[in-house]
């Protein structure tokens, strides 16, 4: 099979300073439900049966119902008054309003994937990273640790999650490679000769470390 790739730099930052690669949707705390209204603080009985204008033909209660629609009500007011991180980062496009602005994000182009990072000079792998928004992102990690103080304790349970590179000084790429050729035999799905082309998205470090990454699971 004859393949041909091009490349091509979509994003490019300078980066001094240990990192941290992940899906930004991993660093974004959890919002504090402590305060959301409890359908069990609206309604009068545990169970609709139990309310007195139940009528047992129809299955409906109108006092349950009115309670119901009370709570629907107060819940969505809620959430409109109380948004998420995730919500307030722009879904990982706007960190710069969680206090984070060193960072570089891009759609990962396959979805949800897991991919490693290698060292350039000697392949060694240094770390694990995946996605559950189909994003990447490159922090630094000193900005990161201010909003979320417990990141690295989550990526030490998780490592397979998000990588760590110590101390990086140099310029981090988003780079897209296409990805061309034909296929060289014919099966149930194409014919020998037929083109296929594909887009990959890697993740390339140039400085006191040298890096890439490459898809290693799905």
Not at 120 to 134: M, N, Q, S, V
């Amino acid at each position: 099979m004859v393949v041909t790739e091009k490349e091509e730099v979509v994003k490019k930052k300078h980066f001094k300073g240990t990192i941290l690669i992940t899906d930004p949707c991993y660093i974004c705390k959890e919002v504090d439900i402590s305060t959301k209204p409890e359908l069990e603080d609206f309604q009068s009985y545990s169970k609709v049966t139990d309310y007195p204008d139940f009528n047992p033909e129809t299955g409906i209660s109108q006092q349950f119902n009115d309670e119901y629609w009370k709570w629907e009500e107060a819940h969505q007011m809620w959430y409109n008054t109380h948004p998420s991180d995730w919500v307030l980062s722009g879904y990982g496009s706007k960190m710069g309003n969680l206090g984070i602005t060193t960072y570089m994000t891009h759609d990962t182009l396959y979805g949800d994937w897991g991919c490693t990072v290698f060292e350039t000079e000697t392949k060694r792998p240094l770390g694990e990273f995946c996605a559950d928004a189909g994003l990447v992102s490159v922090f630094l990690l000193d900005e990161v640790l201010k909003y979320n103080p417990e990141i690295l304790d989550w990526a030490a349970e998780h490592p397979w999650c998000a990588t760590v590179i110590p101390d990086f000084d140099g310029d981090v790429e988003f780079v897209i490679v296409h990805r061309e050729g034909t296929w060289d035999e014919t099966t149930d799905y194409w014919n020998k000769g037929d083109p296929w082309e594909d887009d990959i998205l890697i993740v390339r470090g140039t400085g006191n470390v040298n890096f890439f990454t490459t898809q290693t699971s799905l």
